[in-house]
């Protein structure tokens, strides 16, 4: 028998949103795991707003917003509030009931870019490794560091000498200028709209402003265990990854650390050995010049199972800027790359903590 369409829908509805998630979505596990963070954040969030005035967003709403937009690629702020209008999913993973409003795009920024000063970004991204190693997920012992380039949010036209004048500038929208013979370089040249950026490449591509981002592995499980973002420098990545070495907590016994060829330096050598760690470099050997690194660490098993494991922080950087749309920085200066940057790797990791949960590696 045909079914009718009613004429009429009904007006009032008593279906709980909890119902209209399936049992085996995976954000289920997602959200667990980031409900324990918040609860851990409480505290902290406490200090950051005054007793009394007109209650503001709630952070913890704010921060599962903002891992809505990264683990679904949202492209914009205007379109997530857009998706939480009348996405029932996305509503039930911020907290938002069927009848609350949603946020006003300015002000869900304003009150994000709030969050992020407080350098909540980084509380969260280590409190979710707190998470991973209370399941005991971590390697204590064996790590792998990489770096990559952050394409920032500044043209190249905005690259301009540092002693030229302000009224030199080239005016108009977008002017027509010819870089044609003119030598330029991060020792006489800064970008106007994004002074912390800096004219880099890797490899065989075109020189373009960016950030250099290194991520800390753990080699058990590939989960990242810090981050850091630095001016694009020649020495960033090795500087960078001393850097996040001291950090870590130190231990009486060796440990290893896995990189490529670029960490092949005598400097980083020596200051992997003087940490207590050992360096598991690939060999940068050429006609040119040796490799810091000899045979009384090359023909050990470790080394070429830690040769084989720094491929997976590559998985990261990929994740990073394809899902959490990092390709092109939406925001400026290094402090604030490096929030964004932590907190998106903070979501990278909760992908593979879900990912170990459901395949019963870990509780």
């Known amino acids: 028998m045909r079914g009718r369409e009613p004429e009429q829908r009904v007006m009032f509805s008593y279906v709980n949103i909890e119902t209209r998630i399936p049992r085996d979505h995976p954000l289920r596990i997602v959200k667990k795991l980031v409900d324990a963070v918040l609860r851990q954040l409480s505290p902290r969030f406490d200090t950051m707003y005054a007793r009394g005035g007109r209650p503001s967003v709630p952070p913890e709403q704010l921060l599962r917003a903002l891992l809505i937009q990264i683990l679904y690629s949202v492209r914009s702020e205007r379109l997530l509030m857009e998706q939480l209008d009348y ?28 969050l992020l000063e407080a350098e909540v970004a980084h509380a969260f991204f280590h409190a979710v490794v707190e998470q991973a190693r209370s399941r005991k997920l971590l390697s204590d012992d064996h790590f792998t560091v990489d770096g990559t380039l952050l394409e920032a949010w500044a043209s190249q036209k905005s690259f301009r000498p540092i002693d030229e004048p302000p009224d030199a500038k080239p005016g108009g929208r977008n002017p027509e200028v010819n870089f044609r013979g003119e030598k330029r370089g991060n020792a006489t040249h800064r970008s106007t709209t994004d002074p912390d950026a800096r004219l880099a490449k890797k490899g065989n591509t075109a020189a373009k402003l960016a950030y250099t981002a290194s991520a800390l592995m753990e080699n058990r499980h590939g989960l990242i265990v810090d981050t850091e973002v630095e001016h694009a420098t020649g020495t960033a990545e090795c500087d960078s990854a001393l850097a996040m070495l001291d950090r870590l907590p130190k231990k009486k016994r060796r440990r290893t650390l896995g990189a490529d060829k670029l960490y092949d330096t005598k400097d980083f050598v020596r200051g992997c050995r003087e940490q207590g760690f050992t360096p598991h470099v690939a060999q940068n050997i050429n006609d040119q010049r040796g490799s810091a690194i000899d045979s009384r660490t090359t023909r050990h098993a470790g080394y070429a199972v830690s040769q084989r494991k720094r491929k997976l922080v590559e998985q990261g950087f990929g994740w990073d800027k394809t899902v959490g749309l990092l390709d092109k920085l939406r925001h400026r200066g290094k402090k604030l790359v490096g929030w964004v940057y932590a907190f998106t790797s903070a979501a990278y990791n909760l992908v593979r903590l879900r990912t170990l949960i459901a395949a019963g590696v870990c509780p």
């Open 87 to 114: 996405n029932l999913l996305f509503r039930w993973f911020v907290g938002l009931g069927i009848d609350d409003e949603v946020w006003v795009p300015e002000t869900f920024t304003v009150n994000r870019d709030r």
